[in-house]
């Protein structure tokens, strides 16, 4: 079943401007005369750096060269497969992370700002701001997101929970009100998905294999990790 409807509506609530997503990662050294004050920091030694927080990385200037000291990897054991199908679910679940990951990205920088937006608007201005940034741009995106799956718009749904500590159900019960949360919920699992289901890869195995593949294409560079994708911590 195509998951159409409630993963259309997120993504445009968040004013989505889908440009090309990168594979991998493209080192971009800035000199530190270009990088302001406040992003300054020093070393136990007292020599300064920047740090790069999608690169993972300190960048220093030593004897006139740009110097790049990257964060230690964060590696997760593969999970046990019990079977042949096991596995093959696994690596499919790759193609629809990989798949899905660059709308997930847009979605939540755009949340991100929209959440620094409504902070300095007044209440009853919320409303019309939320609507301004949504209008005009179903018919522009609406066909490409009909495309999606319904496995991809679960995985959706776990990265935002992932990454936000919010299930989509409560963002949207955020932004848009408790009626329009009640109906996406009820549309949602309508297409099998559960926008009120939380990210939990201890007690869900398919978020074990979202959980172990998103530090593999991490560690990869295949995918380009979101600021503060280390905050999460799985409960047990």
């Known amino acids: 079943m195509k998951f159409q409807n409630i993963f259309t509506i997120f993504l445009l609530l968040f004013s989505l401007s889908f440009q090309a997503q990168q594979d991998t990662i493209k080192i971009e050294l800035k000199a530190l005369k270009d990088v302001p004050k406040e992003k300054l920091q020093k070393d136990d030694f007292g020599n300064v750096f920047y740090y790069d927080e999608k690169q993972k990385a300190r960048i220093y200037e030593i004897n006139g060269e740009k110097v790049v000291v990257m964060d230690e990897l964060l590696l997760m054991q593969r999970p046990h497969f019990n079977n042949q199908l096991d596995r093959n679910f696994y690596y499919f679940l790759n193609k629809k992370l990989n798949r899905v990951y ?86 949602g699992n309508i297409a099998d998905v559960d926008i009120k289901e939380p990210y939990d890869p201890h007690a869900n195995r398919q978020d074990a294999f979202v959980e172990s593949l998103l530090y593999s294409n991490w560690n990869l560079g295949y995918l380009q990790p979101y600021e503060g994708y280390r905050d999460f911590k799985i409960k047990k």
């Open 102 to 187: 660059p709308y997930f990205i847009t979605a939540l920088e755009q949340y991100r700002d929209i959440q620094d937006e409504l902070s300095k608007i007044d209440d009853e201005k919320k409303r019309a701001y939320i609507r301004k940034r949504q209008e005009g741009l179903a018919n522009q995106y609406e066909t490409q997101l009909r495309d999606l799956t319904t496995t991809e718009g679960r995985i959706f749904a776990k990265l935002m929970h992932r990454a936000t500590g919010k299930t989509v159900y409560e963002i949207i019960k955020e932004l848009r009100g408790n009626w329009s949360a009640f109906w996406w919920n009820v549309k």
